[in-house]
Protein backbone atom coordinates (compact mmCIF):
# COMPACT_ATOMS: atom_id res chain seq x y z
CA UNK A 1 0.00 0.00 0.00
CA UNK A 2 1.19 3.40 -1.38
CA UNK A 3 1.65 5.64 1.20
CA UNK A 4 2.09 9.79 0.18
CA UNK A 5 3.47 12.13 2.62
CA UNK A 6 2.93 16.23 2.83
CA UNK A 7 3.91 18.63 5.47
CA UNK A 8 0.86 18.53 7.69
CA UNK A 9 0.72 22.07 8.22
CA UNK A 10 2.83 25.40 6.82
CA UNK A 11 2.81 29.30 7.27
CA UNK A 12 3.92 32.08 5.13
CA UNK A 13 3.49 35.71 4.95
CA UNK A 14 1.69 37.81 2.40
CA UNK A 15 3.51 38.37 -0.50
CA UNK A 16 6.37 35.57 0.64
CA UNK A 17 7.15 32.39 -1.63
CA UNK A 18 6.78 28.89 -0.09
CA UNK A 19 7.28 25.41 -1.29
CA UNK A 20 5.14 22.24 -0.54
CA UNK A 21 6.30 19.04 -0.89
CA UNK A 22 4.97 15.39 -1.74
CA UNK A 23 7.16 12.57 -1.29
CA UNK A 24 6.38 8.69 -2.14
CA UNK A 25 6.70 5.49 0.51
CA UNK A 26 7.76 3.80 -2.71
CA UNK A 27 11.21 5.95 -3.35
CA UNK A 28 11.93 9.04 -5.31
CA UNK A 29 9.03 10.39 -7.33
CA UNK A 30 9.21 11.40 -10.87
CA UNK A 31 7.36 12.67 -13.52
CA UNK A 32 5.90 8.87 -14.33
CA UNK A 33 4.07 9.14 -11.04
CA UNK A 34 2.52 12.15 -13.06
CA UNK A 35 2.04 14.33 -9.85
CA UNK A 36 -0.89 16.44 -9.76
CA UNK A 37 -2.06 19.27 -7.15
CA UNK A 38 -5.27 20.29 -5.42
CA UNK A 39 -6.27 23.04 -3.24
CA UNK A 40 -9.53 22.95 -1.64
CA UNK A 41 -10.93 25.79 0.63
CA UNK A 42 -13.91 24.82 3.43
CA UNK A 43 -17.06 24.05 2.13
CA UNK A 44 -16.00 23.73 -1.59
CA UNK A 45 -14.93 21.15 -3.81
CA UNK A 46 -11.31 20.59 -4.34
CA UNK A 47 -9.23 22.85 -7.90
CA UNK A 48 -7.17 21.40 -9.77
CA UNK A 49 -3.95 23.00 -9.59
CA UNK A 50 -1.15 21.40 -11.69
CA UNK A 51 -0.91 18.15 -14.01
CA UNK A 52 1.75 15.83 -15.01
CA UNK A 53 4.45 17.88 -12.46
CA UNK A 54 4.55 20.85 -13.83
CA UNK A 55 1.95 21.76 -16.37
CA UNK A 56 -1.04 24.44 -15.62
CA UNK A 57 -4.72 24.59 -16.16
CA UNK A 58 -5.67 27.67 -17.98
CA UNK A 59 -7.56 28.98 -14.39
CA UNK A 60 -4.56 28.07 -12.29
CA UNK A 61 -2.51 31.64 -11.19
CA UNK A 62 0.76 32.19 -12.29
CA UNK A 63 2.19 32.69 -8.96
CA UNK A 64 1.92 28.47 -8.78
CA UNK A 65 4.00 26.18 -10.58
CA UNK A 66 4.68 22.53 -9.76
CA UNK A 67 8.30 20.73 -10.39
CA UNK A 68 10.52 18.22 -9.27
CA UNK A 69 12.66 18.59 -5.93
CA UNK A 70 15.10 15.81 -4.27
CA UNK A 71 12.95 12.99 -5.13
CA UNK A 72 9.71 14.90 -4.13
CA UNK A 73 7.03 16.03 -5.93
CA UNK A 74 6.61 20.16 -4.79
CA UNK A 75 4.39 22.54 -5.41
CA UNK A 76 5.46 26.17 -5.02
CA UNK A 77 3.34 29.69 -4.55
CA UNK A 78 5.18 32.73 -5.09
CA UNK A 79 3.86 36.34 -4.18
CA UNK A 80 1.56 34.52 -1.43
CA UNK A 81 -2.22 35.97 -1.30
CA UNK A 82 -4.17 36.02 1.44
CA UNK A 83 -6.80 34.07 -0.75
CA UNK A 84 -4.25 30.97 -1.23
CA UNK A 85 -4.84 30.00 2.67
CA UNK A 86 -6.21 26.42 2.14
CA UNK A 87 -5.82 22.93 1.78
CA UNK A 88 -3.71 21.85 -0.61
CA UNK A 89 -3.43 17.69 -1.67
CA UNK A 90 -0.98 15.72 -3.94
CA UNK A 91 -1.73 13.15 -5.95
CA UNK A 92 0.95 10.46 -7.47
CA UNK A 93 -0.16 7.99 -9.94
CA UNK A 94 1.71 3.96 -9.35
CA UNK A 95 1.95 2.47 -12.37
CA UNK A 96 2.64 -0.91 -10.61
CA UNK A 97 -0.80 -1.09 -9.30
CA UNK A 98 -2.32 1.07 -11.29
CA UNK A 99 -4.09 3.23 -8.79
CA UNK A 100 -3.60 6.93 -7.76
CA UNK A 101 -2.98 8.26 -4.35
CA UNK A 102 -3.74 11.45 -2.76
CA UNK A 103 -1.13 12.35 0.25
CA UNK A 104 -2.87 13.63 3.37
CA UNK A 105 -2.83 17.09 2.56
CA UNK A 106 -0.91 20.50 3.72
CA UNK A 107 -2.74 23.26 5.55
CA UNK A 108 -1.01 26.60 4.45
CA UNK A 109 -1.72 29.12 6.93
CA UNK A 110 -1.21 32.77 5.47
CA UNK A 111 -0.42 34.86 8.61
CA UNK B 1 -18.62 25.35 -19.40
CA UNK B 2 -17.34 21.88 -17.98
CA UNK B 3 -20.15 21.16 -15.46
CA UNK B 4 -20.44 17.47 -13.60
CA UNK B 5 -23.83 17.20 -11.27
CA UNK B 6 -23.33 13.87 -8.86
CA UNK B 7 -26.76 12.25 -8.00
CA UNK B 8 -27.44 9.08 -5.77
CA UNK B 9 -26.44 9.39 -2.55
CA UNK B 10 -28.57 9.05 0.10
CA UNK B 11 -28.40 7.07 3.89
CA UNK B 12 -27.97 3.34 3.24
CA UNK B 13 -27.78 0.62 6.17
CA UNK B 14 -24.80 -1.84 6.05
CA UNK B 15 -24.50 -4.47 3.65
CA UNK B 16 -27.08 -2.92 1.10
CA UNK B 17 -26.09 -1.32 -1.86
CA UNK B 18 -26.26 2.18 -3.74
CA UNK B 19 -25.88 3.81 -7.08
CA UNK B 20 -24.20 7.11 -7.69
CA UNK B 21 -24.56 8.90 -10.93
CA UNK B 22 -22.72 12.36 -12.90
CA UNK B 23 -24.35 13.93 -15.71
CA UNK B 24 -21.69 15.74 -17.67
CA UNK B 25 -21.40 18.76 -19.74
CA UNK B 26 -19.96 21.28 -21.90
CA UNK B 27 -17.23 19.51 -22.87
CA UNK B 28 -16.62 16.00 -24.74
CA UNK B 29 -17.39 13.55 -23.17
CA UNK B 30 -15.68 10.67 -25.03
CA UNK B 31 -12.77 12.33 -25.03
CA UNK B 32 -11.56 12.10 -21.43
CA UNK B 33 -11.30 9.22 -18.70
CA UNK B 34 -13.32 9.74 -15.48
CA UNK B 35 -12.95 9.48 -11.94
CA UNK B 36 -14.55 8.85 -8.41
CA UNK B 37 -12.87 10.73 -5.19
CA UNK B 38 -14.24 10.72 -2.23
CA UNK B 39 -13.96 12.67 1.07
CA UNK B 40 -14.72 10.97 4.34
CA UNK B 41 -16.27 13.91 6.76
CA UNK B 42 -13.27 16.49 8.10
CA UNK B 43 -10.83 13.91 6.35
CA UNK B 44 -8.68 13.93 3.49
CA UNK B 45 -9.23 13.19 -0.46
CA UNK B 46 -9.13 9.83 -1.60
CA UNK B 47 -9.18 8.14 -5.16
CA UNK B 48 -11.71 5.65 -5.32
CA UNK B 49 -12.14 4.40 -9.20
CA UNK B 50 -11.16 5.71 -12.45
CA UNK B 51 -12.25 4.76 -16.19
CA UNK B 52 -10.74 5.55 -19.52
CA UNK B 53 -12.32 7.12 -22.03
CA UNK B 54 -13.73 3.99 -24.10
CA UNK B 55 -14.02 2.01 -20.83
CA UNK B 56 -10.50 -0.29 -22.07
CA UNK B 57 -8.97 0.34 -18.70
CA UNK B 58 -10.41 0.81 -15.53
CA UNK B 59 -8.66 0.95 -12.07
CA UNK B 60 -10.08 0.21 -8.72
CA UNK B 61 -8.53 1.60 -4.92
CA UNK B 62 -7.89 -1.75 -3.01
CA UNK B 63 -10.37 -0.50 -0.10
CA UNK B 64 -13.51 -0.63 -3.08
CA UNK B 65 -12.27 -3.37 -4.83
CA UNK B 66 -14.75 -5.88 -6.09
CA UNK B 67 -17.86 -4.22 -3.86
CA UNK B 68 -17.54 -1.33 -6.48
CA UNK B 69 -18.42 -0.67 -9.74
CA UNK B 70 -17.40 1.95 -12.09
CA UNK B 71 -19.25 2.28 -15.59
CA UNK B 72 -19.93 4.84 -18.47
CA UNK B 73 -22.39 6.00 -20.72
CA UNK B 74 -20.97 8.15 -23.79
CA UNK B 75 -23.89 7.98 -25.55
CA UNK B 76 -25.27 9.73 -22.35
CA UNK B 77 -22.47 11.77 -21.32
CA UNK B 78 -22.98 10.26 -17.68
CA UNK B 79 -20.74 8.02 -15.31
CA UNK B 80 -22.00 5.39 -13.09
CA UNK B 81 -20.53 4.51 -9.38
CA UNK B 82 -22.37 0.97 -8.33
CA UNK B 83 -21.38 0.87 -4.32
CA UNK B 84 -22.68 -3.12 -3.03
CA UNK B 85 -21.89 -4.22 0.38
CA UNK B 86 -21.36 -0.76 1.76
CA UNK B 87 -19.63 -0.28 5.14
CA UNK B 88 -19.42 2.48 7.60
CA UNK B 89 -16.35 3.38 6.57
CA UNK B 90 -17.34 4.24 2.61
CA UNK B 91 -19.43 6.70 4.49
CA UNK B 92 -18.18 10.26 2.56
CA UNK B 93 -18.77 12.78 0.68
CA UNK B 94 -18.55 11.03 -3.26
CA UNK B 95 -17.26 13.66 -6.31
CA UNK B 96 -17.64 12.70 -9.69
CA UNK B 97 -14.03 14.13 -11.60
CA UNK B 98 -13.01 14.40 -15.15
CA UNK B 99 -9.60 13.28 -16.22
CA UNK B 100 -6.97 15.61 -17.95
CA UNK B 101 -6.77 13.40 -21.02
CA UNK B 102 -8.25 9.96 -22.61
CA UNK B 103 -6.11 7.29 -20.40
CA UNK B 104 -6.25 6.78 -16.59
CA UNK B 105 -3.02 8.20 -15.40
CA UNK B 106 -2.63 11.49 -16.34
CA UNK B 107 -4.86 13.06 -13.56
CA UNK B 108 -7.95 14.95 -13.10
CA UNK B 109 -9.05 18.32 -13.83
CA UNK B 110 -12.58 19.81 -13.25
CA UNK B 111 -14.69 18.66 -10.26
CA UNK B 112 -18.44 18.58 -9.55
CA UNK B 113 -19.89 19.59 -5.98
CA UNK B 114 -20.21 15.85 -5.16
CA UNK B 115 -22.87 13.94 -3.51
CA UNK B 116 -23.55 12.96 0.22
CA UNK B 117 -23.49 8.76 0.87
CA UNK B 118 -23.64 7.71 4.48
CA UNK B 119 -23.40 4.00 5.30
CA UNK B 120 -25.55 3.30 8.69
CA UNK B 121 -27.79 1.37 10.84
Known amino acids: QTVVTQEPSLTVSPGGTVTLTCASSTGAVTSAYYPNWFQQKPGQAPRALIYSTGNKHSWTPARFSGSLLGGRAALTLSGVQPEDEAEYYCLLYNGGSSNWVFGGGTKLTVL | EVQLVESGGGLVQPGRSLRLSCAAS????????MYWVRQAPGGGLQWVSGISWNSGNIIYADSVKGRFTISRDNARNSLSLQMNSLRAEDTAFYYC??????????????WGQGTTVTVSS
Open chain 2, 26 to 33: GFTFDDYA
Open chain 2, 97 to 110: VKGSAAGTHYGMDV
